[in-house]
């Protein structure tokens, strides 16, 4: 680069000292930021709008459903900030370090060297590695940005800068105690974004401050702005698939039909809408209540619908009111269900033996709880030939990553299958699926008292139910019945 170009760059650089915008197009040559007029809804501030709001606030606190660039975005005012303000920083945190590492860093370093001003002056050396700890994007020694997660980022409480920029993500996921260690840097400027997941806890507070400041007329450069971007203001809203990963019509489509539409989810991560409360029941009592109600069609000894019987066992310490629990179901209901305080394993797995054999169920479509007592249980189960019988853990690995652990994702199944109106197969969105049953039994009440007072929420990104302590600590015993019932949506 010789030095008229030098100087055109420097000027330019100057241009874009208050113009993230610019500087996007001009000097990353990125492809443009979408802004609110070419959203349907225009009344949403697109990615154009944040930037203005950026350059004009202290702080900016957007709540943004999925699907709007929020990392394309991220990723663009980082090098914009460092390459405009000379010695300036930039820490960038949020609940987890992998995500930092796999997703900003990965569209941080996709901007810088993708500018054909590269290698001078935008050169930089650029953590490798989703798991580096911090993650660096360095211009010169001192002159850089800092990937923390918000269980280090008292780490960064040695960094100092006369223009520091802090970037918070997934920002409904930061505990109280990162804010407080965000606020003690004094950064020039804040921008926390995120899905608005949790009625409570720093990012709700900020955006509240924001709608406040502005009710008082606060200067800007003193103020927070709250502004609040629905996934259906994308600017592909309306396009069956997006060129380029925002939200599209099919998108949006499908993931009302697979959360429901009045879902915590839906209204978190789609409406951009914070719950008034942190946690949503799971399932309303009136969806319990028309399964009950329901008969079972009658069909012949053929009809494959026998082929999905399965069995759950959930284990009880034997204690008070505390039962072992085995049932049978299959894809329309629940066949059978027995229950007692006497059941320790030898008899729980006699049980299992004998129901296996009356609903012919074989030994690799059963599952038993193998944490606890249940650790033992292979052993009383080998000597009746179930030696395939499958151990669950609620607290193991769910196959979607969108849920916090086994017990949630199988929680959920049990959702969907008692929502009345959820629709199986979003390929025939007319369709509903067969009502869910449940044999007679004094079962029901004890199943309808325990799944009331059981809740779901958001764990950063991910769907949870109340833990199992929890829900016993509520019931006054454990949950026994309703555990069984959702582990038998467990499909290993």
Known sequence: MNALELDELTDLLADCYDDPDLFNTAVLQRPNYWASWESPEPQYPGQVEWCEALVEYHTLAIETGNMLGKDYFVAGIVPWWLYTRPNSLVI???????????????????AAESSPLCPYPLAARISEGIKASPSYFEIAPGHHALGFSTTTVERASGQHAGDMLVIVEEASGVEDHAWESIDSYGATKIVAIGNPLRAEGGFARLCDQGDEDYR????????????????????????????????????????????????????????????AVSAAILIPVEWLDYAFKQHRKPVGPDHPIHKT???????????????????????????DCRYGSQLGLPEAASLMAQMGKDWSIPGERMTFDKLGIGRKMPNHLAKYGLGDAKPYSGSGSPRDPQFSNLRSECAWRLHQRLDPVHVPDIRSPF????????????????????????TYFLSGTKTAILAKDDWTDVLGASPDIADTLIQSFYCP
């Open 216 to 275: 008082n007329g606060v200067p800007s450069h003193k103020a927070i702005r709250h502004l609040n971007v629905p996934s259906t203001a994308s600017p592909h809203a309306l396009l069956e698939q997006s060129p380029v990963g925002l939200a599209s019509a099919n998108w949006l489509e499908q993931m009302v039909r697979k959360w429901g539409a009045d879902s915590l989810w839906v209204q978190t991560h789609i409406r951009a809408k914070r719950p």
């Open 92 to 110: 960038v945190t949020g609940p987890g370090q992998t995500a930092i590492g796999s997703v900003t860093w990965k569209e941080i370093r996709r």
């Open 431 to 454: 369709t509903r699926h067969q009502p869910f049953t449940f044999c007679a039994g004094l079962y029901q009440d004890k199943l309808r008292t325990q799944i009331k007072p059981l």
């Open 309 to 335: 019987r399965r069995l759950a066992c959930d284990l009880g310490e034997g204690v008070g009111r505390d039962s072992s629990c085995v049932l049978v179901r299959d894809d329309w209901g629940v066949l």
